[in-house]
C-alpha cells in the first residue's frame, strides 16, 4: 500500500545549480581588455597599403595608403600615400592625404597633402603643405515652404475617333 518513493529533488537540485554556474562563471568574467598597440619599428619599408581596424605605431616608410583605427607615425616615419584613421598623430613626413576626425601635428612633422578633418591641432615647427578641409556635415532636409506653389501635373487626353 505504501511504497517508498525514490529521492528525485537531489539529481533536479544538482543539474539547476549546475546550469547556474556557467552564468556566474561569465558575470565574474573580466571585461575583455583593449588589444595593445601595433608597432613597427625604423628600418623597415612596406610596400603596399596597411589596413587593420586597432592601434599602430609606425616609424618605418610605408609606399602605400595606411587605414587604421588610430594612427601614430614616429619622428622617422615616411608615408608615400593616404592615410586614414579616426585619430592620427604625426611626427614623421606624410606625402598624401591625411584624413581623420581628429589629427595632431607635432613639431616635427612635414604633411604634403591635403587633410580632411574635424579637429586639427598643430604645434610650432610643423610644416603642413596642402589643404585643411573640414568634414562637412549633411545639412538637415528642410520640407519645401508652404508658400512655393505646386507644379502643374500634366495631363494627357486621347481622342477617340469612331
Do not use: W
Not at 613626413?93 to 584624413?99: D, E, R
Amino acid at each position: 500500500m505504501f511504497a517508498k518513493k525514490k529521492d528525485t529533488a537531489a539529481p533536479v537540485a544538482l543539474a539547476m545549480e549546475s546550469a547556474r554556474a556557467p552564468v556566474a562563471a561569465q558575470a565574474a568574467a573580466p571585461a575583455p581588455r583593449p588589444k595593445p598597440a601595433s608597432m613597427i619599428a625604423q628600418g623597415v619599408t612596406i610596400k603596399g597599403d596597411v589596413v587593420g581596424d586597432g592601434e599602430l605605431h609606425l616609424d618605418c616608410a610605408v609606399l602605400g595608403d595606411v587605414r587604421v583605427g588610430k594612427l601614430i607615425l614616429g619622428p622617422n616615419s615616411r608615408v608615400e600615400g593616404s592615410v586614414t584613421a579616426q585619430v592620427i598623430e604625426i611626427h614623421g613626413h606624410v606625402l598624401g592625404s591625411v584624413t581623420a576626425q581628429a589629427v595632431r601635428l607635432y613639431g616635427t612633422a612635414r604633411i604634403e597633402g591635403d587633410i580632411t578633418h574635424e579637429q586639427l591641432a598643430m604645434e610650432t615647427g610643423a610644416e603642413f603643405q596642402g589643404r585643411s578641409l573640414k568634414f562637412q556635415r549633411p545639412a538637415p532636409v528642410a520640407a519645401a515652404p508652404s508658400h512655393v506653389p505646386a507644379m502643374p501635373q500634366q495631363t494627357q487626353a486621347f481622342a477617340t475617333q469612331s
